[in-house]
T-cell receptor, first 117, second 111 residues
């Protein structure tokens, strides 16, 4: 079945440690996204990538890093520089990211809940 | 991208139609209106989108006003499983293609 997979579902880390969240899709989508969601809040965009080997900062990129070496993978690293890393992280993908491909929907993974203690 | 305004919460009786409004008064001609929903602790799910014509699919109907400054998502026969946060998003694509989610509307379907 085609879809987008995030792992793990729950993740615990000690303060000061870097941690990498996995996101894989087999939908052949060009665009991928990372969002953060805090309790009672909407989604905030961290990073997005429209094509392999290219990515752009979203609204809250500080303390995060990403890579897009393969079309199907877009891992997110939460670094020790991120002041409040405990949150629900969502990855998404969509077919197009450029002109002429606006009317496409995004598919979301089930999220990773990161807790830093 | 244009911003959207939605009521923070709404209630609906099971079996009745749920009508969720969204204002997007600064929408431009090339921007689509998208609706997603998020059930608690899950990833958002796409529902429907449109440009200027009304749209219907197996999940919902989308009514966009003629001036495109507002829209309404209609769930014709709400069930308890439709309880979720519903997000209205306006997106134009292009070189800055990205989805911007606000706080949405928490729809509670009551038995």
């Amino acid at each position: 079945d085609g879809g987008i997979t995030q792992s793990p579902k729950y993740l615990f880390r000690k303060e000061g440690q870097n941690v990498t969240l996995s996101c894989e899709q087999n939908l052949n989508h060009d665009a991928m996204y990372w969002y953060r969601q805090d309790p009672g809040q909407g989604l905030r965009l961290i990073y997005y990538s429209q094509i392999v080997n290219d990515f752009q900062k979203g609204d809250i990129a500080e303390g995060y890093s990403v890579s897009r070496e393969k079309k199907e993978s877009f891992p997110l690293t939460v670094t020790s520089a991120q002041k409040n890393p405990t949150a629900f992280y969502l990855c998404a993908s969509s077919l197009g990211g450029g002109l002429g491909l606006r009317n496409t929907e995004a598919f979301f993974g089930q999220g990773t809940r990161l807790t830093v203690v | 991208d244009a911003k959207t305004t939605q009521p923070p919460s709404m209630d609906c009786a099971e079996g009745r139609a749920a009508n969720l409004p969204c204002n997007h008064s600064t929408i431009s001609g090339n921007e689509y209106v998208y609706w997603y929903r998020q059930i608690h602790s899950q990833g958002p799910q796409y529902i429907i989108h449109g440009l200027k014509n009304n749209e219907t699919n197996e999940m919902a109907s989308l009514i966009i006003t003629e001036d495109r400054k507002s829209s309404t998502l209609i769930l014709p026969h709400a069930t308890l499983r439709d309880t979720a946060v519903y997000y209205c998003i306006v997106n134009s694509g292009g070189s800055n293609y990205k989805l911007t989610f606000g706080k949405g509307t928490l729809l509670t379907v009551n038995p």
